[in-house]
């Protein structure tokens, strides 16, 4: 399997034989992940972290990522002070950009904007995330928590939260449905999962069912995917509260769940897990995150064709 | 009618393509898409809500130009029945029906307006057809958003 070169764009151009691949390949980046272990395998080579919206993890651990494979980083800095301010399209701030450095991470306001960026570059181009449009790091990064921590085969998972715009959730759905999941939808009436969504879901493979509380779903589960409900949805704060409340985890509720379920939280969170939850064994979000760096590092060394 | 009549209305042409069975109440849209009358030095005529042997149809006339393949075939996504005639000395030299492409460039614009064709880059919209269903569906090659109904509102 040749990903040398390769755009890493939509989780819908992966096949499950690849993203197989690219997991082996994360757990062998694993002890050079925790500093265990030194590496040189980018050692010459410039990743570019081109950030046209805020991100504290994806870019941190994408920067990690490079370093303690011995490459280095050129970060775009503010978009403020940069050309980008003057109104340079980005496909020229591509162009230039890809004489200067071996790869490109780019996260950008606009859909297809990573789509964009690779018909132009002559570097591969890893996608950060585009508006609310895909982020596929963020899900290979899941997929690999699950691996790690729970299991890919047979998988009985709760999403809970804003399934509507949450793009984290449908790009995980989509990749979850190339294992044959079990997937069950737990969010208000304001932020189901949109049909069309569902039905291509279906399609491929995956069994869903929705339910509207947590307390339905947490029996079943070996994995509870947790987002955050964003105030802004809801015109009436009340309404905002009512259903935060309603969709928050607390040891109260972990209860009546199996031993082996893991909670799983892309970050930030803001009060859907209480803090109490960290402390018990289900807790896997900051493990979660870590996995973003060795996922990232075998992204980087598959596409610079520093591994196969 | 007869055939006079009809001759009356739209006269026959000499050379040039006739684009027949057209959706009734799309000829206007086909003209926009064939980017008609501006690419051609020759006369176009239009029959709108014509009687044909399967019920209304529209028909396009292009005199002096004979359209190819691949232009027309991006009149499918509005009228999948279309046919194109191609005439030369007023005989109908070539004749086939429309198909619809896997793939569209600079035909349709996004209706994502987030999505990142619809800014100042310097590309075309580009889309991939679905014809899996009865209903066309175009997905936009950039952003992935899916255009499933009124496609001819979305033209450029």
Redesign the interface.
Known sequence: MNFKDQPIISMRNFSREMIDHILTAAEKMEPIARGEERSDLLSGKILAVLFFEPSTRTRMSFETAMLRLGGDVLNLGSVDASSIAKGETLADTIRVVDGYVDAIVLRHPKEGAAHLASEFSRVPVLNAGDGAGHHPTQTLLDLYTIKRESHLEDLKIALAGDLKYGRTVHSLCYALSLYGAQITLISPKELRMPEEIINDIIARGAKIKEVDTIEEAIRDVDVLYMTRIQKERFPDPAEYRKVANRLKITAETLKEAKKELKIMHPLPRVNEIDNKVDDTPHACYFKQAFYGVPVRMALLGLVLGAIE | MTDIETELRVRRIENGTVIDHITAGKALNVLKILGLPDSSQGVVSVLINSNGKYGRKDVVKVENRELNVEEVDKIALISPNATINIIRDFNIVNKYKVHIPSFVEGVVG?I?P????N?????TSKFTVDTENIFLKLR???????ISENIAEHLL
């Open positions: 996004c994502n987030n999505c990142i064709s800014s100042n880059e310097p590309i936009c090659y950039y952003c992935g958003r899916v």
